[in-house]
């Protein structure tokens, strides 16, 4: 069974750092991609970033709202991402999620065939 | 960054009825385009991708449709557990983007 299990989300003040996992189990993990999306209370969806297979040189792509504040990066041996997420903003508050990427020649990378259970960020003072 | 509009941005419809929701893109995205399906408290739910291709265990009553610039999801009969929110998100580019959402509530 794919599993997805994010942590390491909290309260923070603004300005400070922190970094979630997602913890991945029941597929290949090194084959494939992995992107974070986010859920701002009472919100809708925004992506975040993802961040390709080592298969193909693990390049990573962000969104420009934590571009240059934010960091997807894996451990292919341990089954993780991670998300360093630096520099934090009160609208950076949000429950957030790593999806699994499906990707194929005919349909390319496709974000969400499984979803892990999220984990709220909460940045204030 | 490619913009994604859905509409409505909420209805009220029956059991039943025949439900179709429309996003656009402000540019070509040829296929690349997946809906999901989110509930209260609950993590979203791919049920397309590719514009067309059901996910799998999605019933048969979703479909989806269109390439370029237009999609439509379509709940073909809508039962009670359909009551939720769906979001289109593009693929076909980065940054991805998801339209605002669609609110689809009980009439």
């Known amino acids: 069974e794919v599993q997805l299990v994010e942590s390491g989300g909290g309260l923070v003040q603004p300005g400070r750092s922190l970094r979630l996992s997602c913890t991945a189990s029941g597929f290949a993990f090194g084959d494939y991609a992995l992107s974070w999306v986010r859920q701002a209370p009472g919100m809708g969806l925004e992506w975040v970033g993802f961040i390709k297979s080592q298969i193909y040189g693990g390049t990573t792509q962000y969104a420009a709202s934590v571009e240059g504040r934010f960091t997807i990066s894996r451990d292919d041996s341990n089954s993780i991402a991670y998300l360093q997420m630096n520099s934090l903003k009160t609208e950076d508050t949000a429950v957030y999620y790593c999806t699994r990427v499906s990707h194929s020649v005919s349909t390319g990378y496709s974000e969400g065939d499984y979803w892990g259970q999220g984990t709220l960020v909460t940045v204030s003072s | 960054d490619i913009q994604m509009t859905q509409s409505p941005s909420a209805m009220s419809a029956s059991v039943g009825d025949r439900v179709t929701i429309t996003c656009r893109a402000s540019?070509?995205?040829?296929?690349?385009l997946a809906w999901f399906q989110q509930k209260p408290g609950k993590v979203p739910k791919r049920l397309i991708y590719?514009?067309?291709s059901l996910q799998s265990g999605v019933p048969s009553r979703f479909s989806g449709s269109g390439s370029g610039t237009e999609f439509t999801l379509t709940i073909s009969s809508l039962q009670p557990e359909d009551f939720a929110i769906y979001y289109c998100?593009?693929?076909?580019?980065?940054?991805?983007?998801f339209g605002q959402g669609t609110k689809v509530e009980i009439k």
């Open positions: 540019q070509d995205i040829s296929n690349y």
């Open positions: 590719a514009a067309s």
């Open positions: 998100l593009q693929q076909n580019s980065y940054p991805r983007t």
